[in-house]
């Protein structure tokens, strides 16, 4: 078990450019979640998958952020026109279940805007 | 989103010390997810609570959901403890929504 997969673990943009973060779940976890790391703001729930369908995406900002899951066996988290304020760590995390259960972490994903 | 609140911000422990975390929410939480952030970054969980106690090794959490707070206890501290301590509860509406703690910084020392 290779645990949760994410890539690249470091991602530099220019302001404007658009950046794809990918996240591979632990096979057989229904249940995926992507959440931001900054110094300022901490950890942040950005949203969540229950069998590849989309639920809550309360915690993206409107414009510019979108997530996709296509298939069971990764997810999408796609910024466009980066700014300086995306510059943080990004997140995945998957669990069998939407809750009442561990939920387990990837690497993540530095994102540094110029 | 309901503040959680984590206590102290810092801590310095020897070696073979031990020592108790706190993490206290607002209102009454479904559970508390603790994680250990190491010097990678990297999240690794710890513990999931409902409600109780649970231990493994020499760690040890317990879970008050009516009294609002969590412990995570660590005895025989050694280096490899060294990281930042993070406590995640479930709210009772949105149990999948992990809400994070600030978060204590330990530093074990030779």
């Known amino acids: 078990n290779a645990g949760v997969i994410q890539t690249p673990r470091h991602k530099v943009t220019g302001k404007g450019q658009e950046a794809t973060l990918w996240c591979e779940p632990i096979s057989g976890h229904s249940a995926v979640f992507w959440y931001r790391q900054t110094i300022v703001q901490g950890l942040e729930f950005l949203t969540y998958?229950?069998?590849?369908?989309?639920?809550?995406d309360s915690g993206m900002p409107k414009e510019r952020f979108s997530a996709q899951m296509p298939n069971q066996s990764h997810s999408t988290l796609k910024i466009q026109s980066t700014q300086p304020q995306d510059s943080a760590v990004y997140l995945c995390?998957?669990?069998?279940?939407?809750?009442?259960?561990?939920?387990?972490f990837g690497p993540g994903t530095r994102l540094t805007v110029l | 989103g309901m503040p959680v609140e984590q206590n102290p911000p810092a801590l310095s422990l020897y070696e073979g010390a031990e020592s108790g975390l706190r993490c206290n929410f607002s209102?009454?939480?479904?559970?508390v997810q603790w994680f250990q952030q190491n010097h990678r970054g990297r999240l690794i969980t710890l513990f999931y609570?409902?409600?109780g106690t649970k231990e493994n090794g020499r760690l040890k959490s317990t879970f008050n959901s009516k009294e609002r707070y969590s412990t995570l206890h660590i005895k025989d501290a050694q280096l490899e403890d060294s990281g930042t301590y993070f406590c995640?509860?479930?709210?009772?509406?949105?149990?999948?929504?992990?809400?994070f703690g600030t978060g204590t910084s330990l530093l074990v020392d030779p």
């Open positions: 609570l409902a409600q």
């Open positions: 209102t009454t939480m479904k559970g």
């Open positions: 998958f229950r069998n590849q369908a989309p639920i809550d």
């Open positions: 995390a998957s669990s069998p279940r939407d809750w009442g259960y561990e939920q387990y």
């Open positions: 995640a509860v479930e709210p009772n509406n949105m149990g999948y929504k992990l809400t």
